[in-house]
């Protein structure tokens, strides 16, 4: 690994426009598991097995919200994570100005935590929270501390529903043209923690015009003939030899 990581130290180098793209793998390592690696979960209630897709679309929180919330508290947020080298380094690199944005699909606000400023979430945020009826606003703590396993407004009394993009809803247009414009300016792209099957997030990276670009996964992706620089690697240990202790 080290020639590889040592051609990322180069192009790191050289770059003053980096954007980073990051999906599930780079919150692993902070122990927050890709949901996807369940499946098929079955719901005594309803008497039915549902994907964990499923359990997290738009129809789902619509018809059985009480479902709807015990599988999302209990999979989808993890209170006690912190952030690990991954997120450490791409704070680093935007200290230093360096790194421009990062592009995530991860809904668990560790970039944020470890320091990074320019942040576009794709899918939301288990920190925003939000009153469908009047639009009150509960960041996590207050959001949880709710009575009841569905948690209702204090306000108005109505459903207070997570700011993460479900699936059969749409993303945020104003966070997709940040995350098209920072894409298609950046002189690299690195692109870690991402089988890159999840669309439209993954057709992003079509936006980028730069010389280079680097693929950092655990397991190969159907964008790695694309890419100048592939690391099947842990993104934690990747980044930290490459940035944190280069740029200390």
């Known amino acids: 690994m080290n020639d590889k990581v040592n ?3 180069k192009l790191i180098e050289k770059s003053n426009n980096i954007v980073f793209f ?4 780079v919150s692993t390592e902070s122990n927050i598991p890709d ?3 369940s499946s098929g979960l079955f719901s005594e209630k309803l008497n039915k097995n549902f994907t964990p897709e499923q359990l997290v679309s738009h ?3 619509v018809r059985y919200p009480d479902e709807f919330f015990k599988f999302y508290k209990d999979k989808l947020i993890y209170q006690d994570a912190k952030p690990n080298n991954a997120h450490k380094a791409l704070a680093k690199l935007e200290e230093i100005g360096k790194l421009k944005a990062i592009v995530t699909q991860n809904i668990d606000g560790l970039h944020q935590m470890a ?6 979430e794709l899918h ?3 920190h925003r929270n939000y009153c469908t009826k009047c639009h009150k606003f509960f960041d996590l703590d207050d959001m949880l501390a709710l009575d009841g396993n569905i948690p209702h407004c204090d306000k108005c009394g109505g459903v207070v529903k997570p700011d993460v993009v479900l699936y059969e809803e749409g993303l945020d247009s104003a966070t997709i043209d940040g995350a098209i414009r920072a894409i298609s300016s950046a002189d690299l792209l690195i692109i870690g923690g991402t089988s890159l099957v999840v669309y439209p997030a993954a057709s992003f990276i079509n936006y980028y015009r730069g010389k280079d670009m680097v693929l950092i996964n655990k397991s190969s992706t159907g964008y790695d003939n694309d890419a100048s620089l592939v690391i099947n690697d842990a993104i934690g240990e990747v980044l930290k030899e490459a940035i944190l202790d280069v740029y200390k």
């Open 7 to 9: 051609e990322l130290k």
């Open 22 to 25: 990051g999906g599930a793998g």
């Open 35 to 37: 949901f996807r690696s």
């Open 59 to 61: 129809t789902f929180f």
């Open 115 to 120: 320091g990074s400023k320019n942040v576009f």
């Open 124 to 126: 939301g945020s288990v």
